[in-house]
């Protein structure tokens, strides 16, 4: 059994518009720590975020599957690597980042899962959920980080 998850949390005296607290957290490549690492980040954010639908629905579904694919595709469920989970918010913003120690991929050449060829692929699905329950979304130049924002006025 793992050990739990512990989260640093830090108030930015450096920030840039709403984005006035950060929450960092690292994750061992184990899927079983998924549900603990989500629930950690929502607990943060449900109390100042101004719309609490927006954490307990997009943010869990997006922050589940991006950590996920880092754990199973980035890292390969390797043992000895992990998930690095980067947070900044405020009221009406929210960006995480979620970085694996895997090679990375090229994001602009996945397979569209609502294509009849691939719907009955048993992948391919994450990242499409996740851009559909964001506002935006980003990769580093690697492909091992990916940055999902989300805004509320």
């Known amino acids: 059994m793992s050990a739990p998850l512990r989260a640093h949390l830090a108030r930015?005296?450096?920030?840039?518009?709403?984005?006035?607290a950060e929450l960092r957290l690292f994750v061992p490549s184990d899927v079983?720590?998924?549900?603990?690492?989500?629930e950690l980040v929502a607990r943060h954010l449900e109390a100042s975020f101004?719309?609490?639908?927006?954490?307990?629905?997009?943010?869990r579904v997006a922050l589940s599957e991006a950590l996920a694919n880092a754990i199973l595709y980035g890292n390969c469920a390797d043992c000895h690597k992990g998930v690095s989970v980067r947070v900044l918010f405020g009221r009406h913003a929210i960006e995480m980042e979620v970085t694996d120690e895997g090679g990375g991929?090229?994001?602009?050449?996945?397979?569209?899962?609502?294509?009849?060829?691939?719907?009955m692929r048993p992948y391919g699905r994450g990242l499409f959920l996740i851009r559909h329950l964001v506002d935006e979304v980003r990769f580093n130049d690697t492909g091992n980080s990916i940055c999902m924002i989300l805004r509320r006025t």
């Not at 930015?12 to 006035?20: T, V």
């Open 32 to 38: 079983g720590m998924v549900g603990e690492a989500v």
């Open 105 to 119: 991929f090229d994001y602009r050449y996945l397979p569209d899962p609502t294509l009849p060829a691939n719907r």
């Open 50 to 59: 101004v719309d609490r639908h927006t954490i307990r629905f997009n943010l």
């Open 12 to 20: 930015r005296e450096d920030a840039a518009g709403d984005l006035d």
